[in-house]
């Protein structure tokens, strides 16, 4: 499993706006500027966040971003799973996945299905709230 650029700076990007926004809009300039991101790849990452209904958005003066919900209601698996699409670790564990005709067979099945439950059960229970606390950095 790999977790790509994308994936890490949309959980950077909602961490940032769970840190630093509150109820006030956060205009995306300042939080490319703190994370050190650039404006133009986080303008790539938002449509996904606003779609799936974790940030909200206002154009215009006094616009930006904000998470829809409070820090603790958002996992990193849920983040992680929005923009990475799986987290599978082989292909015939990924969603929607054709039967594999091996299955039955298969004698490492049983560990990438151990390994999938590990890894989704790991970033499922971790929320940005989880990520704001020192004990968690």
Not at 47 to 71: N, S
Not at 82 to 104: I, Q, S
């Amino acid at each position: 499993m790999y977790i790509s650029t994308r994936g890490r700076y949309a959980l950077r990007v909602m961490l940032d706006l769970a840190e630093n926004s509150g109820d006030a809009y956060t205009p995306m300039k300042e939080v490319a500027r703190r994370q050190e991101i650039s404006l133009k790849y986080i303008e790539r990452i938002m449509p996904a966040l606003v779609q799936a209904g974790f940030v909200e958005g206002v154009h215009g003066r006094g616009g930006g971003y904000r998470l829809a919900r409070a820090p603790e209601a958002y996992t990193v698996g849920a983040i992680l799973r929005l923009t990475e699409g799986e987290l599978a670790p082989v292909a015939c564990l990924a969603e929607g996945a054709k039967p594999c005709p091996r299955a039955a067979a298969c004698q490492t099945l049983p560990l990438w299905q151990r390994l999938d439950a590990l890894v989704n059960d790991f970033f499922d229970g971790v929320t940005l709230k989880d990520l704001l606390t020192p004990a968690a950095k």
